[in-house]
C-alpha cells in the first residue's frame, strides 16, 4: 500500500444494541431520569470503544445520548471518568451537560451508563473548510482558556497518562537498530529520518509538560458541529496536564492535509505563537509514533478493522506535517 487510506469514522466500533443491555441496568437509568425511555435510536459506530452509546427519545419528550459498559471492559471505566470530569469542567467549555448515571449488577457483572443532555451536529473536517477551521479554533482558545491553569484538582501529567499505557518511545531507534521491522505504506523518505524523529519525540518530558488541562485525545470525531455552527467538545476521559496548545496543535496535521495552511495559523494563533518550534514538533512526533505502533495487530474488542487504517492515515498525515515543517 502506498499512501494514507479513507477511513469511514462512521464504522469504527461496534457496539452492542439496547436490547442488550441488562434490564436492570435500564430500569435503573430509567429511575435516574425520572422517566420511561420511550425509544433508542441505533447505536453509533462511530468511537474507538465497544461500549453501548445511542441517542434515547424519553417518555417526557427529552433527548439524550447514553453510554454503557460493562465493567469487564475498557469503556467501563472511560465512562465513570467523563461523568466525573464533565461536571467540573467550567461553564465556557461547550460540552453536553450529563443528566443522569447508573449503575447495576446482572449475573455477578457489573454495568455503568451515563445520560447527557443530546446535541445533534456533525464531525468538522468531512471535509475540512476554512469555516469549520475556525469555528474548531475558537473553540480551543476558549477551551484552553478556561482550562489554564487547570481549574481542576489531582489531574496526571499527560506525560504519565501516556507512559502508563506504555507508549513505544523508543520505536524509531528500535527500528533503526533492526529490533523491529519497518512499516510499509509510509513515506519513502522516512527511514532517512528516524532518527530525527527519534530525537523529537525524546523531548516530549519537556515539551509536553505544562499546567492545564487538556482533553488529550482530541480528533474531529470528538467534536460536533452543531447547526447554528457552535462546535462542542466530547469525550473528555483522558483529561490531563499539559501545555495549553496541545489539543490545538493535534487537529493540524488532519486540517493541513485537506488544504489548510495550518503553518500560517500556528505562527498566528495566540496558543502558539510563541511556542518553540520543537515543542510543536516534539508532540506531533509522539503522536506519528504512537500511531506507527501495532499497525498489523488485530483490533480490540469493541473496535473494527478501521482502527487501524485510522491508524496508518494519522501516521501519515502527522509524518507529512513534520516534513513539511522541518524540510524532510
Known sequence: MSGPPDVDYSATSARPPWSALPLSLRRSLAVALGTEIAEAG???????TGG?????????????FVKAAAGSTHAYDAYQREAEVVPQLPPAVRVPPIVATAYATDDGIDWFALAAERVVGRMPGTPWTRRDFDTVTA????????LSPSPLPGLDAFTVEIESLGFPRRL???????????????????????????????????ALAGDSAVHGDLRPDNLLVDTDDR?????????????AWFDWVCLLPVAHRAGIDTLAAVRTNPLTANTPADHLDCVVAVIAVY?????????????????????RLYGWAFLDWLAVRRGW
Open 231 to 243: 462546535c462542542w467538545t466530547l469525550d473528555w476521559n483522558w483529561l490531563s496536564l499539559g501545555p
Open 42 to 48: 441505533p447505536s453509533v459506530g462511530s468511537g474507538f
Open 52 to 64: 453501548f452509546a445511542a441517542p434515547l427519545r424519553l417518555a417526557d419528550g427529552r433527548e439524550v
Open 139 to 146: 473553540n480551543c482558545l476558549t477551551t484552553a482558556h478556561s
Open 291 to 311: 500511531m506507527l505502533n501495532n499497525l498489523d495487530a488485530p483490533p480490540p474488542p469493541g473496535c473494527t478493522p478501521e482502527l487501524r487504517r485510522h491508524q
Open 172 to 206: 524509531p531507534a528500535e527500528i533503526l537498530g533492526g529490533d523491529r521491522p519497518r512499516p510499509d505504506g509510509f513515506q519513502p523518505w522516512l527511514p532517512r529520518r528516524l532518527q530525527e524523529l527519534q530525537d523529537l519525540v525524546d523531548l516530549y518530558p519537556e
